[in-house]
């Protein structure tokens, strides 16, 4: 079974230095439909105008994961890592038993556009901690790229959880598959251009649930970017 979940419904708040699409219930967006899909909790798709950010703030039990598609974000937090995430890069951040942090766009002209995904871990109260990878154009280029895993493998950085995120940019005309294990879902979020999941036509923005499907076929309509998850 296949659900789409379009863009054009997600949860919506602007203002004015933030202009964020919840897929799921975020912040002052409620929808009791709308809660997560298993241990997904949170996709945000945030654009961030110059000079703004999310100034210190904490988070426990979560693993978050940060997938930057234009721009430079700039993060800091209380475990003393500070970067400046481009796109390309993945950043996991464990917030586990406590952590702070800030979100700020590293430029003063250009906006940033990135995807924030929250994860419910299957261990609570860890010490938290941070990983941060580049995962290039290439590498994810007529593929499916594993960019996170609950045990790191392929190079991918490790979640407190037993899924998967792969990420993959596609060319017109190009197809992966994937397959999924008994008792395992999906969801798929297209970044930008248009692909078909199973037959089903995908914009920008939208997401698909997936459940009691064996396997995926994704074909791209036009070029495009979207993640997969594989999850218990």
Do not use: C
């Not at 609570?124 to 790191?152: C, M």
């Amino acid at each position: 079974m296949i659900s789409l979940r379009k863009s054009r419904d997600r949860g919506i708040a602007n203002f004015g230095w933030l202009d964020s699409r919840h897929t799921f219930s975020f912040g002052h967006y409620y929808d009791p439909a709308q809660m997560g899909f298993g241990p997904l909790r949170v996709i945000n798709e945030d654009r961030v105008a110059p000079g703004g950010g999310f100034p210190t703030h904490g988070h426990g039990n979560m693993e978050i994961i940060s997938v930057v598609l234009g721009g430079g974000l700039e993060h800091r937090d209380s475990l003393g890592t500070g970067s400046v995430i481009r796109p390309g890069d993945v950043q996991r951040m464990s917030a586990g038993s406590g952590i702070q942090h800030s979100e700020f766009n590293a430029s003063k002209t250009e906006p940033v556009h990135f995807l924030q995904i929250w994860i419910q871990p299957d261990r609570l109260n860890i010490a938290p901690g941070y990983e941060q990878k580049h995962f290039d154009a290439d590498s994810r280029r007529g593929r499916l790229r594993l960019l996170a895993s609950g045990d790191g493998r392929d190079g991918s950085l490790t979640m407190r959880q037993n899924a998967d995120l792969y990420g993959s940019v596609l060319a017109a005309g190009d197809v992966v598959e994937h397959a999924f294990a008994p008792s395992r879902r999906g969801w798929v979020q297209v970044a930008r251009g248009e692909i078909d999941v199973n037959g089903q036509r995908l914009f920008a923005g939208d997401g698909v649930a997936i459940e009691s499907e064996q396997a995926l076929r994704i074909v791209a309509a036009n070029e495009a970017e979207f993640l997969v998850f594989d999850l218990p």
